[in-house]
């Protein structure tokens, strides 16, 4: 995705730390989304994050475990 077909979207990606969310995270955001990632490794997240914005995107970094509400309602705050 390169034309930014989701320029001004925002996307939730869950698992954005590593592997498959991370190239979704990746792809999402080459397509003009912000991204909101989310994953329980703060570091990966980090990184992920930087990547992102180091290419012009926009991105936050959220630790959350999605399996705990109270952690997905203060993701969703911020």
Do not use: F, K, N, Y
């Not at 590593?18 to 994953?39: E, K, N, P, W, Y």
């Not at 990184?47 to 997905?72: F, H, K, Q, Y």
């Amino acid at each position: 995705m390169t034309d930014r077909a989701l320029e001004g979207q925002v996307a939730v990606v869950t698992g954005a730390g590593r592997g498959i969310g991370r190239a979704i995270a990746l792809a999402l955001a080459g397509a003009g989304a912000s991204v909101v990632l989310a994953a329980r490794g703060a570091p990966a997240l980090e990184a992920a994050r930087a990547e992102i914005e180091s290419g012009g995107g926009r991105a936050l970094a959220v630790p959350t475990d999605v399996t705990d509400g109270e952690a997905v309602a203060t993701m969703v705050e911020r």
